[in-house]
């Protein structure tokens, strides 16, 4: 998937959410998604690391994006929905999301796992995804070719000693994804919902959760783009229910 091609314009005209805009994976996809032409909402939790993708995305000259600061581990309905109505005044629909905001949590047994930390963990991983789903699922039946994407992890598809909290959430994303690509295979048939596997990418989650790994061994978030240029545009119509790999299988 790391030999697709985007043509310049594909994201052009379509307006996309991007959650954990503002650092590592999310940030290159924000600016990745301007930069193929899309008008893009960040969503994270420091303004600041907003204000810095948004300036450089205005000073690049691609589509003036839009910020949106949300904590998702504190989130109630009430902000869901205000997201929801500032982007149907503002745009009428939406075209796409890229569900990537996560936290790593503990790294300990279960049977030592803080009861608070999981449900931080849950909170921000698994209900965030849910909740912002179920609130603009009205703003993409409005667009004509709508895509959404769920992050997950290795250790989403196969469980591993001490992910705790952190595996458990990612198998429930793909779960997520897999119950809306059923549920909107219908009629309509303009949504499309899949997920990508990042694999191991120089990040700060990924320095947190391996402090002794050398990160120029992994490629940078601006590398495992085309996996989520091809989900987000036209080209993967047709395409959903499935697990993406961003890079090649170790
Ligand atoms: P980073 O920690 O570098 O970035 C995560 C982003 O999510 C940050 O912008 C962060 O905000 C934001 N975020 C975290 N908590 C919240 C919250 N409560 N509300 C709003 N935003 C929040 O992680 P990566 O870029 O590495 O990870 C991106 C995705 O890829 C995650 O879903 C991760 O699980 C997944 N992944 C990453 C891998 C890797 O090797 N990097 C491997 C497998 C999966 P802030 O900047 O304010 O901290």
Known sequence: MLDYKAPKDLLKDRVILVTGAGDGIGK?????FAAHGATVILLGRTLKKLEA????????????????????????AKDYEDLANSLDEEFGRLDGILHNAAVLGPRTPIDQYNTENWMQVMQVNLNAPFFLTQSLIPLLRQSNDASIIFTSSSVGRKGRAYWGGYAVSKFGVEGLMQVVADELDD????????????????????????????????????????VYLYLMGPDSAGITGQAFDAQPKK
Do not use: C, Q, W
């Open 28 to 32: 290159a996809a924000a600016k990745s």
């Open 187 to 226: 009629e309509h048939n303009n949504i499309r919902s899949n997920s990508i596997n990042p694999g191991a990418t120089r990040t700060n989650m990924r320095a947190h959760a391996y402090p002794a790994e050398n990160p120029a061994h992994n490629p940078a978030p601006e590398e495992i783009m085309p």
């Open 53 to 76: 993708v948004y300036d450089e995305i205005e000073a690049s000259g691609h589509p003036k994006p839009a910020i949106f600061p949300l904590n998702l581990e504190g989130a109630a």
